[in-house]
């Protein structure tokens, strides 16, 4: 196998620069956005709130910012980055805003966001367990100023705050208490392109952001391919000894393609980088690791795949918060690589697996994009499996079953 992948953009940046354009002062560009559920339900929610968001065109999604208003309904759909990003946009409109989702929507946690959006002035009723569904009463003004939380669940309770907190009229001083925040280059993510907005922050003390308050600047976001998304394509390679090329990967990236490039080394692939894109070449090994995957928790499903192909235990750790994830997916992985006959052991923040003579199976993908990646790569190798729902691909990557199907028959 041996193929040149042109992915769509990335899921992470398309929603910063969806928020940060609704937020700004004037009009934006976003070229080569994601449009994938995600992204459209982000579009759709900012709509709601009284943002023109034009997403008819592929290569460029135009965003002319407006008074931000309710009543508005928001529907999240499975999508963390919207549960987290939206709300504190929502507290900065005149009306009350409405946000509910998916099922499973309501069992991921918010509680940490919802409470320092009170603390800093903000209105809002949570469930009972202080998730969806959630009700918030804005006033067209947030007063911001200094919060602590606790953000060891997820990323996104930071990102979320930092993004509309030039609007906040104090700006804010966010401090985390707790264990690591996991995901830190997607915060890093998150500072960098509020710096591209025009805003002021400061990260130089660990574990806290001061965002002073003041305008953002409309400007033309450039999306980069999305590299989680790359990653069930690159595994792909790794199984078969081929070959995959992520087309249009930028020199200098928002994304952590050094620790990607790591981690899949030590499995055993060869990467490289040059004019063509990001290349991963399978060597005809794949190796058992222990590896620390906080900081890239999203690509546990498919890392873990690889782990039950390879020729020796792994030890997958630092990732407790994968349980807050689109399902529990420390749980969920368990179970499905037992069912091929993988030995798995399960721990709070992780999982050790030991490959075995692997069988046929039908996996379940409990609506998880990352889960249905898991099992595309696991039926590289295996003969029989199936899944139960690859529509859930359509979170981020809506075409995930045509380019695989292209890539396994070299179409
Ligand atoms: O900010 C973002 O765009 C994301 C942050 C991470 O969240 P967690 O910190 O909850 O893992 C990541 O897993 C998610 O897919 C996208
Ligand atoms: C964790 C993920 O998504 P979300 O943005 O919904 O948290 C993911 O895409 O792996």
């Known amino acids: 196998m041996t193929a040149t992948l042109g992915l769509p ?15 700004a002062g004037g009009p934006s560009t976003i070229r080569r956005p994601l449009r994938a559920r995600d992204t459209t339900l982000m579009a759709a929610g900012l709509r709601a709130l009284g943002v023109a968001v034009d997403t008819t065109a592929d290569e460029v999604w135009t965003v002319e910012p407006g008074p931000l208003r309710g009543p508005a309904r928001v529907d999240v759909g499975l999508a963390g980055t919207i549960m987290r990003f939206a709300p504190p946009v929502a507290a900065l409109a005149d009306g009350t805003v ?46 911001g100023g200094e919060a602590v939380i606790d953000a060891s669940g997820s990323s996104q309770f930071v990102s979320g705050l930092l993004l509309s907190a030039p609007r906040f009229a104090k700006g804010l001083v966010l401090r985390h208490e707790g264990p690591p925040v996991p ?8 500072t960098h392109m509020l710096r591209a907005a025009g805003a002021s922050v400061d990260e130089s003390v660990p574990d806290v952001w001061t965002v002073e308050p003041g305008g953002l600047r409309g400007r033309s976001w450039d999306i980069e391919p999305d590299l989680s998304g790359a990653a069930p394509f690159f595994a792909a390679a790794m199984v078969t000894g081929g070959a995959v090329t992520l087309a249009g990967w930028p020199r200098d990236s928002w994304q952590p393609v050094g620790l990607l490039t790591e981690l899949l080394t030590a499995l055993g692939a060869e990467v490289s980088q040059d004019d063509a894109g990001l290349t991963v070449r399978g060597t005809g090994a794949l190796h058992g690791i222990r590896a620390d995957l906080s900081e890239v928790s999203e690509l546990t499903p498919v890392v873990a795949a690889l782990a039950a192909l390879a020729d020796g235990p792994s030890e997958l750790r630092g990732v407790a918060h994968i349980r807050g994830h689109e399902t529990d997916r420390i749980a969920a992985l368990a179970t499905e690589l037992g069912k091929v006959g993988a030995g798995v052991v399960e721990h709070p923040d992780g999982l050790e697996i030991t490959p075995g003579p692997l069988r046929a199976a039908t996996l379940e993908t409990y609506a998880d994009h990352r889960m249905a990646h898991a099992a595309a790569v696991l039926g590289l190798a295996v003969e029989g499996i199936r899944l139960t729902d690859v529509a859930c691909t359509s979170k981020t990557l809506p075409e995930f079953p045509e380019l695989w199907a292209d890539l396994v028959t070299g179409s």
């Open 98 to 143: 409405t946000f509910d989702g998916d099922p499973h929507a309501r069992n991921r946690p918010l509680r940490p966001i919802v409470e320092a959006l009170r603390a800093l002035g903000a209105d809002i009723d949570a469930s009972p367990t202080g998730g969806l569904p959630l009700v918030i009463r804005g006033t067209g003004l947030v007063t």
């Open 9 to 23: 953009g990335s899921k992470s940046m398309t929603a910063r620069a969806l928020v940060l354009s609704a937020l």
């Open 183 to 190: 995901s830190a280059p997607h915060l890093r993510m998150t």
